[in-house]
């Protein structure tokens, strides 16, 4: 059967990634694996042009999804290219490729390539290990500059967690790692979207912190508001193992 493999680049590879075939790339070997998921797994390499995140996703099953629609990674840089372009007070991570296999087409395996943004660290373990940090209150107020112009434009956005961005203290800038846009059924992805951001609120502000995101968010729901921290409470459970899991085995 026809097995096509696909490379997207954005730019210039820096070496030794330019050099690389799509096999090369998807089963390169030496990098640390920074995060296990059920369909996905990231990985850490250090060379001599910086360090680099690979993304590897792995399509166990045939699904009709995975048949005709884009892979994955297309729409994670799709996505990222629209908060990029969309103002809401973060930026978002450098991707320099993605690419994916498919057979006839189904897709195989697909994977993502970004540049790791030098000094950052991973915004969840920031606010729950550095309470005293220098930054921290205009790391504060950009976090919830950012949930304010999420809410303002009605954005969609589904994983909405601390956990996929990364912060600068120095320069207390923001980064988005990962977003999915739901463009579809967008009244039904409202109603998880912003309580998993007000869920990450709960958990890793301080009553403080809390109190001032409240003062400025709740007057862009309104009435709204109430149900949004009701519905936050169903992911702090998960979130809180997530928080204690991070905590023990820091990256």
């Known amino acids: 059967m026809l097995t096509r493999t696909r490379i997207t680049t954005t730019g210039t590879l820096p070496e030794p990634w330019r050099q690389l075939t799509y096999n090369d790339i998807i089963h390169r070997q030496g990098g640390q694996l920074v995060n296990d998921g059920r369909s996905s797994r990231v990985y850490r390499f250090p060379d001599e042009n910086g360090n680099f995140y690979l993304k590897r996703y792995l399509y166990r099953k045939i699904h009709w999804r995975h048949c005709w629609e884009k892979s994955q990674v297309e729409r994670e840089f799709e996505n990222l290219e629209r908060v990029r372009q969309a103002n809401l007070g973060c930026r978002v991570i450098e991707i320099l490729a993605y690419g994916d296999r498919r057979r006839c087409t189904v897709l195989l395996d697909a994977f993502l390539l970004s540049r790791e943004v030098p000094g950052s660290h991973r915004l969840s373990l920031f606010l729950a290990t550095l309470p005293d940090h220098p930054e921290r209150p205009a790391i504060v107020a950009k976090i919830i ?3 304010e112009r999420v809410m303002e434009k009605q954005l969609a956005l589904t994983d909405l967690f601390f956990r996929n961005l990364v912060v600068v203290p120095e320069t207390a800038e923001l980064y988005l790692l990962d977003i999915q846009q739901c463009r579809r059924n967008r009244k039904k992805a409202l109603r998880k979207s912003w309580p ?5 609120i709960e958990l890793f502000f301080t009553p403080a912190e809390r109190a001032l995101a409240a003062e400025r968010l709740g007057p862009i729901l309104g009435k709204a508001f109430p149900e949004l921290r009701q519905r936050a409470r169903t992911f702090i459970p998960k979130e809180k193992r997530r928080k ?7 990256p």
């Open 145 to 147: 500059t950012f949930a």
């Open 196 to 200: 998993q951001l007000w869920a990450d």
């Open 244 to 250: 204690e899991f991070e905590l023990e085995y820091p």
